[in-house]
T-cell receptor, first 114, second 115 residues
């Protein structure tokens, strides 16, 4: 079956530091890949996505590139802010007629200190 | 607009109560989902409705009863819950089988506490 593995947190950084969260996946076929972010006390927000190999998703200064050869989709941001403190989930999606199914990684908690 | 609206935001209920969680979307999506999320864990899929019909039930106990009155609304009826059912319940929606438009969008969630 499909699976997603992401680095365990918490990751603690100072403001303006560089952030990388590793994500690797196992899947049959060619899934689409996503990063969702969950701020404290809130639901999940789509951060970025990539639907095919070598696609780069980007949003709010975050980037991730779909690397088929290494089955990875690592999330990066060059200069984090306190407001980026959240839990980040990597996910892959299977498209089915019965409904799209997301497989999530375990989540990585990021804490940015001033 | 990528908004999925859930009510109530917080709910406290006793083990003998009957309550409902509600979800609404106006994006024209034909798939709607219920997820359950426990603290410090990723969301777990509970149910999927496809074209207003239940298409996936991930072996959820019958004390959770989903309902899809129309293509914009999704309910989750709760009855005789246990304290371990306390969690964040997330509703989501997506298009179905539309190339490039199958992203799943989540609501803010309903925080449920069973006492």
């Amino acid at each position: 079956g499909n699976s997603v593995t992401q680095m365990e947190g918490p990751v603690t950084l100072s403001e303006e530091a560089f952030l990388t969260i590793n994500c690797t996946y196992t899947a049959t076929g060619y899934p689409s890949l996503f990063w969702y972010v969950q701020y404290p006390g809130e639901g999940l927000q789509l951060l970025l996505k990539a639907t095919k190999a070598d696609d780069k998703g980007s949003n709010k200064g975050f980037e991730a590139t779909y690397r088929k050869e290494t089955t990875s989709f690592h999330l990066e941001k060059g200069s984090v802010q306190v407001s980026d403190s959240a839990v980040y989930f990597c996910a892959l999606r299977e498209i089915k007629a019965a409904g799209n199914k997301l497989t999530f990684g375990g989540g990585t908690r990021v804490l940015v200190k001033p | 607009d990528t908004e999925v609206t859930q009510t109530p935001k917080h709910l406290v209920m006793g083990m003998t109560n009957k309550k409902s969680l509600k979800c609404e979307q106006h994006m024209g999506h034909r798939a709607m989902y219920w997820y359950k999320q426990k603290a410090k864990k990723p969301p777990e899929l509970m149910f999927v409705y496809s074209y207003e019909k239940l298409s996936i039930n991930e072996s959820v106990p019958s004390r959770f009863s989903p309902e899809c009155p129309n293509s914009s609304l999704l309910n989750l009826h709760l009855h005789a819950l246990q304290p371990e059912d306390s969690a964040l319940y997330l509703c989501a929606s997506s298009q179905l089988l539309v190339a490039g438009r199958n992203t799943i969008y989540f609501g803010e969630g309903s925080w449920l506490t069973v006492v």
